[in-house]
C-alpha cells in the first residue's frame, strides 16, 4: 500500500461527532462518488450513536481503541476525521498516543482553529494575512479589567466572542460601550474572549478547499453569504467574479493549508470591508454549512466527497485533481431552514410525506426533492430559547431571474406559514 493509493484494501473512515454535518458526509458522499471508492464510513461519538452507512457505530473509548487495534493488525487504512472542532481532548490525547497520524486533518490544525485565539495568532502573526482588529481578554473575579483600554481599538462597535464554543451567533455579542462590555464579562461563566473591531462589511464571502496529501488542492467557486442574527441564512454562487479576487481569495486558503499540510476539507469565511479590502473572519476545519451548495457541482465532486476522497487517501489521477468543480446550471443558491418545525415546512413547500426519500424525519436526515429544488431536513426539533437550523434548500436554475423566483415564492410560503408569535423568524426570512 502506497502512501496514496490504496490496493485490494478497504479504507476505514471514522467521523467524530454525532452531528448532522457527518450524517451529510456520509449521505452524500458514500451514497454517489464515494460508493465506487474503497472506502467504508462509520461514525465515533462519546456520548450517541447514529445512523451510519454501515449501520453500526461505536460510541465508547474501549470500543474505539478494539476496533483500531483490529485494523492496524489487518493492515488495514484508517483514520479519523471530524464534522466539528469542538473535540474532547482527554479522548483524543490517549488516542494519538496508541495511534500517532491517526486523526485526518491533523490534531494540531483542530487544536488552532478551535480557539480563536490560536486562530487569529496563526492567520496574522504566522502568515501575515489581514483579520478584523482584536484584544484578547482573560477575566476572572481576580482580575481587574480597564474596559475603557479595552475599547481603544480605531472602532465605533465592537463584538464580543467567547475564545472557544460559540457558532450560529452563540457566544457572540454586539458592544457599543463600556457598560455593555462589563454588564456581560461580569455575567458569564466563560472565562477567555477576544473583543474585534465590527467591520463596516461590503459582503462576506467563502471558500472551500480540499487539500490532497501530495499538496494538490482543488477550489470551489467562491460564495456570497449573508448572515442574519449571527446565522448563515443564504448563500449563492458569485456569477461573473472577477479572476483578480478570486486568485486573492484562492492565494490566502492555500497558504493556510499549505502552512499546516493539511489534509482533507477546509472553508475560509471572509469580510471585503467598503474599500475592497479582504480580511480572514474565520476558518473552518471541515465541511462547512456554506459547502451544502457543493453538492450541486458536477460529477459528484463536492465538499463531501473530496474530503473523504482526501483523508482516505484514495489515489486520484492529476486530471481529476486538477479541474475545477463546476455546476450544472447557471445559478446556484441555499436557503437555511431556521427554526421551522417540520409540519411548517411541510406546509410551506408543499411537501407530500409518502415522497420522502427518508421517512423517519423525527431522527434522521430526510432528502426531498422537487425539479429546481432540494430540500435536506435534519430531522431535529425546534428549540424556543434560540434560532436553530433544522435543514437547507439548495436551489439550481437556468438564469438568476428564474433562481430568484425560485427564491422569492420559498420566501413568501415560509412568511405564510410562521405565527405572528415568531417575531425572530419573521423577521429573519423578510430579509431573505
Keep these: 500500500m502506497s502512501e496514496f493509493q490504496i490496493q485490494n484494501k478497504i479504507a476505514k473512515v471514522g467521523i467524530a461527532g454525532p452531528g448532522k454535518l457527518g450524517q451529510l ?29 454501515e449501520h453500526y457505530s461505536y460510541n465508547s473509548p474501549d470500543s474505539i481503541y478494539s476496533l483500531f487495534e483490529d ?65 484578547e481578554i482573560n477575566f476572572n473575579s481576580k482580575n481587574v479589567l480597564d474596559y475603557s483600554q479595552l475599547l481603544d481599538l480605531n472602532s465605533k462597535a465592537f463584538i464580543l466572542k467567547t475564545a472557544e464554543g460559540g457558532y450560529d451567533g452563540i457566544g457572540q455579542a454586539l458592544i457599543n460601550n463600556v457598560n455593555e462590555l462589563k454588564s456581560i464579562l461580569e455575567n458569564t461563566t466563560a472565562k477567555q474572549f477576544i473583543l474585534e473591531e465590527k467591520i463596516d462589511i461590503d459582503y462576506e464571502v467563502s471558500v472551500v478547499v480540499t487539500r490532497f496529501g501530495d499538496g494538490k488542492k482543488i477550489y470551489f467557486p467562491p460564495t456570497h453569504n449573508k448572515h442574519k442574527a449571527g446565522i448563515l441564512l443564504h448563500s449563492i454562487v458569485i456569477q461573473n467574479i472577477s479572476d483578480e479576487l478570486k486568485q486573492k481569495l484562492y492565494s490566502q486558503a492555500a497558504k493556510i493549508v499549505d502552512e499546516l499540510d493539511y489534509i482533507g476539507t477546509l472553508t475560509v469565511e471572509f469580510f471585503v470591508d467598503r474599500n475592497g479590502k479582504i480580511l480572514i473572519n474565520e476558518i473552518a476545519p471541515r465541511v462547512h454549512n456554506s459547502g451544502h451548495i457543493t453538492s450541486l457541482c458536477k460529477n459528484n465532486i463536492n465538499q463531501f ?19 475545477s468543480p463546476e455546476y450544472d446550471k447557471s445559478y446556484n443558491s441555499m436557503i437555511n431552514i431556521l427554526g421551522l418545525s417540520f409540519e411548517q415546512i411541510q406546509e410551506a413547500l408543499l411537501i407530500d410525506r409518502r415522497n420522502l426519500l427518508n421517512a423517519e424525519i423525527e431522527e434522521k436526515l430526510t432528502v426531498f426533492e422537487k425539479a429546481n429544488w432540494t430540500l435536506y431536513w435534519y430531522g431535529k426539533q425546534p428549540n424556543n430559547s434560540r434560532v436553530r437550523k433544522m435543514g437547507h434548500i439548495l436551489i439550481s436554475a437556468e438564469t438568476q431571474t428564474k433562481g430568484r423566483e425560485i427564491e422569492e415564492i420559498i420566501k413568501e410560503n415560509i412568511l405564510g406559514v410562521l405565527g405572528s408569535d415568531q417575531k425572530a423568524l419573521l423577521e429573519i426570512y423578510s430579509s431573505l
Design 25 to 53: 458526509a456520509m449521505l452524500l458522499g458514500y451514497e454517489s462518488r464515494l460508493a465506487k471508492l474503497p472506502i467504508k464510513i462509520f461514525t465515533i461519538s462519546a456520548d450517541k450513536p447514529w445512523w451510519s452507512s
Design 71 to 135: 485494523l492496524k493488525e489487518k493492515e488495514v487504512y484508517s483514520c479519523i476525521t471530524f464534522e466539528s472542532e469542538s473535540i474532547d481532548e482527554n479522548f483524543t490525547n490517549e488516542f494519538d498516543k496508541r495511534f500517532p497520524n491517526t486523526f485526518i486533518p491533523s490534531l494540531k490544525a483542530i487544536r488552532i482553529f478551535k480557539n480563536r485565539i490560536n486562530e487569529k495568532d496563526f492567520l496574522s502573526q504566522t502568515l501575515g494575512l489581514d483579520i478584523p482588529q482584536f484584544k
Design 305 to 323: 466527497t473530496m474530503h473523504m476522497t482526501a483523508v482516505s487517501k484514495i489515489h486520484m489521477s492529476k486530471a481529476e485533481i486538477l479541474q
